[in-house]
């Protein structure tokens, strides 16, 4: 028996663990996809998968359904593969272990995958069954949501009937998503060589942050760890000669990074390492204090950080160790500098907010994956936009700050957003399905957030569609929670809104 094979809808759950049984962390999805073809072809329901490994089922409408709109049912197969620090499971090919804790269900040790796995068990659920009433179903399965949308961008849609979409792909349950930001991933590459150098070597870890879904969470202003290593790594390198040896830090763009690792080569004896304010080589003289002063130093930002963040992201940690090392490969001093220059003068976060929707994010950007390779430093950054404009302009402001420094950027992903429908048929029978249900009417509202809604419309004729889901926690991270009995509420809302005529 399963961990989950008690819970209710046990189709639903029963599903759900398969998947998660499966890896499929973006960019993996081989296994994944062909596990939805065997499902569909077990029970000679027609499935087409594409070279990408989108999948596509359908199953015709039961008696008398067949005149009713066909429903498109979509979400995406990849997840965020992430883990804890210490945590020995290789995501690419081992399953999750899940477990239960009280009304949620979570993984031990890295991300569920609840985004967006428990839209495929919904599914997949609705397609084994027999005795649930229902209009043709059309289940759209997309690859790398996650990375770029990328199976949404190649699919081809021609073939659907439909053109109502329910979306399964949102975290929070009585909210209806109407519309998204667009956005691209960006990269911002400044192409720098490492020499031979001996000296100290320092290696400094920033982490302990809560991290999160850089649209759903990038509001809540949490520690970006690749952000705050260009800040102490700038600091750094105005007062010492400071040589870059290895940064990483972050795991996907749209990921808000929870931790970041570095190591740093303080060259030549403590004396010729030390800078004065102004920014030149000090004597001989300051070799006894030179030590004592960059421990200081480096306390004094642990302290102004962890203070800036006491509210918003209270685990924060900054630690370092020192050693004498041999020959190593590191940056230049002066290329050290351009980096931790270019890195602090990044934009990064909230850079307006709408002020036609109140409270809602209009553009932000997120530096998601910083890492320093053979030819040079590459800072990953998500950008998302509810104007096209304003993200074409912080783009050009990404690539304005690069440039200046010696780099240059690549835009790749780029995903439209999704404009709002004044008249949509699928939202009124929805809203009234759920009114009918609760004795109340859910939210409508847009999220800063990209969906591959935006992207789907480019393909189906006049898409009629809204983006509904269970309620989830900390998406994107090792503490990510998928609500029990909110999974249930939901799973009992599918089958009220397919069972629903038109016109009743």
């Known amino acids: 028996m399963g961990v989950l094979s008690n819970l209710e809808p046990q189709k639903v759950f029963y599903y759900f663990e398969e998947i998660t049984k499966i890896p499929h962390g973006s960019g993996n999805v081989g296994q994944i996809s062909d596990y939805l073809v065997e499902f569909a072809r077990s029970r000679n329901l027609e499935v087409i998968q ?32 992430v883990k804890e620090p210490n945590c020995p499971k290789d995501m690419k090919t081992e399953g999750l272990q899940v477990a239960i804790d009280g009304d949620f269900v979570y993984a031990e040790h890295t991300s569920l995958g609840g985004d967006d796995g428990i839209a495929v068990a919904y599914a997949l659920a609705l397609l084994d069954a027999e005795d649930i009433p229902h209009p043709r179903l059309e289940v759209v399965i997309t690859v790398d949501e996650e990375v770029g ?18 979306n399964l792909d949102s975290e929070e349950e009585g909210v209806f998503l109407t519309g998204c930001a667009g956005g691209a991933r960006v990269n911002c590459r400044l192409p720098l060589k490492k020499e031979s150098g001996t ?51 972050g795991l996907a763009d749209n990921a808000i990074p929870r931790e970041t690792k570095a190591e740093l080569l303080f060259s030549g004896d403590f004396g010729d390492s030390r800078r004065d304010s102004e920014g030149q080589i000090g004597s001989a003289g300051l070799q006894a204090s030179w030590a004592q002063d960059l421990q200081e130093r480096l306390e004094q930002l642990k302290t102004e950080i962890a203070a800036e963040l006491a509210t918003k992201d209270p685990g924060f940690e900054m630690r370092w160790e020192f050693e004498n090392g041999g020959e190593v490969l590191a940056l230049s001093a002066e290329d050290t500098c351009r980096a931790g220059a270019m890195l602090a003068a990044l934009p990064n976060g ?80 929805m809203i009234r399905v759920y009114g009918e249900m609760y004795g ?42 998928l609500s029990i009995s909110s999974t249930g509420r939901v799973w009992e809302y599918l089958l009220r809104f397919l069972a629903q005529k038109e016109g009743v």
């Open 199 to 249: 000296g100290t070597v320092c290696r400094l870890y920033i982490g302990g942050l809560l991290g999160g879904h850089s649209g759903e969470e990038i509001q809540k202003e949490r520690g970006n760890s690749n952000m705050l290593f260009g800040r102490v790594l700038r600091n750094l390198s105005r007062f010492w000669t400071v040589r870059l040896i290895r940064v990483e830090g």
């Open 149 to 166: 949308m990328d199976g949404a961008r190649e699919i081809d849609l021609s073939m659907l009937k439909g053109n109502r979409l329910v």
């Open 350 to 429: 909230v850079q307006s907010m709408s002020a036609d929707m109140p409270g809602l994010v209009e553009t932000s950007l997120n530096l998601g994956i910083l890492k320093l390779d053979e030819n040079g430093l590459n800072a990953e950054f998500s950008v998302r936009s509810s104007l096209e404009s304003a993200k074409d302009a912080l783009i050009g402001k990404l690539d304005a700050v690069t440039e200046l420094a010696g780099g240059s950027v690549s835009v790749s992903g780029a995903y439209p957003g999704w404009k709002y429908r004044a008249d949509s048929p699928l939202r009124d029978k």
């Open 50 to 81: 594409d070279e990408l490994k989108n999948v596509i089922i359908f199953k015709e409408a039961t008696p008398g359904y067949e005149a009713e709109p066909a429903v498109i049912l979509q979400g995406h197969m990849d997840m965020v593969a």
């Open 440 to 481: 109340r009417e859910p939210r409508v509202k847009a999220i800063h957030a990209g969906l591959e809604c935006g992207l789907l419309g480019s393909k189906i004729r006049n898409l009629d569609c809204v983006s509904i889901g269970p309620d989830m926690q900390a998406i994107h991270t090792t503490e990510e929670r």
